[in-house]
């Protein structure tokens, strides 16, 4: 690699801890200015970087464009499902991952326990709106005006013990998931059967995902279940990093709201 080349990489990486100035950058790398304004000139040309008003450059918008187009090319579940098979391991229970596509909730991936225990959920197949764990995260997440849209296709059928029934307990279960970073089905959906799961955020900010971990009520009390959710948050934080996301994924909270 050129000593140019590997000085724009240099510098791509530095700023995206943040924004710098050029005298920062010189600093940062203890290097003339004029060597760092070369690299800077060549980056800025190719929209690598920008330099804003204050004086201080960002990354451009050719790195963002980069970056999704990586993200498409490898896609969510490729990149998460790594993360998956590990927190299984964890855990010892079903892991799922689920992506809003269009107005529906689908699971986009699925690793089962090795027991002969096992959940109905599957991929490929959209997630009940009005109750699933994954659902209420991922809806939580949306504005006040989509989690309404949404609101509009839930079918309020009973499918189990705990099924919601008017759309104010599920606005509740929507606005509650995005307070507390997690949300559960406690036998809302599927008979015998608990879930939780918390969000999975994308190199713009935003929730690109949810991960769940679900497990029979006859091997695993819901108390139980919950204790996992620092794994499951260590899990969504990993792959949050891994599709760009910079930030720490929010704690989930657990008790008072």
């Not at 187009?69 to 998956?84: K, T, Y």
């Amino acid at each position: 690699m050129s000593q140019v080349l590997g000085r724009a990489m240099d510098i791509l990486d530095h700023l995206s801890d943040g924004p710098a100035s050029l005298a920062e950058l010189s600093r940062a790398f203890d290097v003339h200015k004029t060597t760092i304004m070369r690299a800077l000139h060549a980056l800025e040309e190719r929209h690598y970087v920008v330099r804003y008003p204050d004086e201080r450059y960002h990354l451009g918008r050719s790195v963002f464009a980069l970056a999704a187009a990586a993200m498409e090319d490898r896609g969510i579940q490729s990149v998460a499902h790594p993360h998956l098979v590990q927190l299984n391991r964890q855990v010892g229970h079903t892991v799922l991952l689920a992506v809003l596509e269009g107005d529906d909730v689908v699971y986009v991936d699925k690793i089962e326990p090795r027991t002969s225990v096992r959940t109905p959920s599957r991929v490929g197949l959209p997630a009940w709106l009005g109750a699933t764990a994954v659902a209420k995260v991922l809806v939580g997440s949306l504005g006040p005006e989509e989690r309404q849209r949404m609101l509009a296709r839930v079918d309020f059928t009973e499918h189990a013990p705990n099924t919601l029934r008017t759309p104010e307990q599920v606005l509740a279960t929507w606005d509650e998931a995005a307070r507390r970073n997690w949300a559960a089905d406690r036998e809302e959906h599927e008979k015998q059967a608990d879930y939780i799961a918390v969000p999975v955020y994308g190199l713009d900010g935003a929730v690109w995902a949810a991960l769940s971990v679900a497990a029979p009520t006859a091997v695993v009390s819901f108390e139980e279940l919950t204790a996992q959710l620092p794994l499951l948050h260590e899990a969504a934080q990993a792959i949050s990093a891994d599709l760009g996301y910079r930030g720490e994924v929010p704690a989930p909270v657990v008790g008072g709201a």
